[in-house]
């Protein structure tokens, strides 16, 4: 069983910012194409990036040039730096396997970028 933990999220200017981590329980992390998910208020969730236990990786269009996402294997630990962020960034920030596993959705991490 895979738990997740998103955290990182917070209130940013247009341009700006911020790095979202998401820790993971149990051995199988390493293993997994593990993804960033987001969803903003009145729309379905998205995924925005996802990296494969290798290290390669591939970003939605909305994202690319300004998202990247990393892991840390040892660690148990995946990262989603955002740069040049936009007020359309605004929504929770998910983590989870892709595709992913139903059970395993965490509280998410708010982000807002507003001026």
């Known amino acids: 069983q895979v738990q997740l933990v998103e955290s990182g999220g917070g209130l940013v200017q247009p341009g700006g910012s911020l790095r979202l981590s998401c820790a993971a329980s149990?051995?199988?992390?390493?293993?997994?194409?593990m993804g960033w998910y987001r969803q903003a208020p009145g729309k379905q969730r998205e995924l925005v990036a996802h990296?494969?236990?290798?290290?390669?990786?591939n970003y939605a269009d909305s994202v690319k040039g300004r998202f990247t996402i990393s892991r840390d294997n040892a660690k148990n630990t995946m990262y989603l730096q955002m740069n040049s962020l936009k007020p359309e960034d605004t929504a929770v920030y998910y983590c989870?396997?892709?595709?992913?596993?139903?059970?395993?959705w965490g509280q998410g991490t708010q982000v807002t970028v507003s001026s």
């Open positions: 989870n396997s892709a595709p992913a596993i139903p059970s395993a």
């Open positions: 149990g051995s199988v992390f390493r293993a997994l194409v």
């Open positions: 990296i494969r236990s290798s290290g390669s990786t």
